[in-house]
């Protein structure tokens, strides 16, 4: 990740050292108790985490950076963490729960929680969306000269069928 955002700063130290990390599915790097998917290995993560959220110096060839400058952003869905829909009322201790180390979350100064998506948000996003995977196939066999088409009814579907299985 620090390889990618010194490249990102076309290898200026000062500019990478002042930069914002982005950790995607950080969700992922909790060590449920009890959880059959859990792996040692979680825990591990969390613990190099802490290094670089201390302020650790990171040395590449010639350079070094430091990351006590670093922001650093955790995103992620967190499915489960709490027993209603309502997000807003998460705590530290709601996070140690889930599985994070109470180190690791002490280091975040802010939690900003988004409530799951509607279905009118997600056919939206399947619809309108350059992300989306529907009109991403669509590009594709395209290019193909492939006709590829879906119905409203379809992706109606596929909005309820990500609420009822809690993908979004």
Known sequence: MLEN???????YIELA?????????????????????SHVSRLGIQRLL????????FYFEDKRLNTSKL????????TG???DED?????????????????????????????????EDIIKILKESDFSPLNTYKKLFDM????FDFSDEFIEYIAELAIAKKWC
Do not use: H, W
């Not at 802490?50 to 110096?57: A, E, I, M, S």
């Not at 922001?71 to 967190?78: H, K, S």
């Open 17 to 37: 050292e002042k930069g914002i990390l982005v950790i995607d599915e950080f969700d992922k790097f909790a060590e449920k108790s009890g959880d059959s998917q």
């Open 87 to 119: 997000y807003r009322r998460l705590t530290a201790d709601d996070f140690m729960n889930y599985g994070i180390m109470r180190e690791l979350i002490g280091k975040f100064s802010k939690s900003i929680v988004m409530n799951p998506l509607s279905k």
């Open 81 to 83: 963490i709490t027993e």
């Open 71 to 78: 922001t650093v952003v955790g995103l992620g869905a967190f």
């Open 5 to 11: 955002l010194c490249l990102a700063a076309d290898n």
């Open 144 to 147: 193909l000269e492939v006709n």
């Open 50 to 57: 802490l290094k670089l959220f201390d302020g650790t110096l």
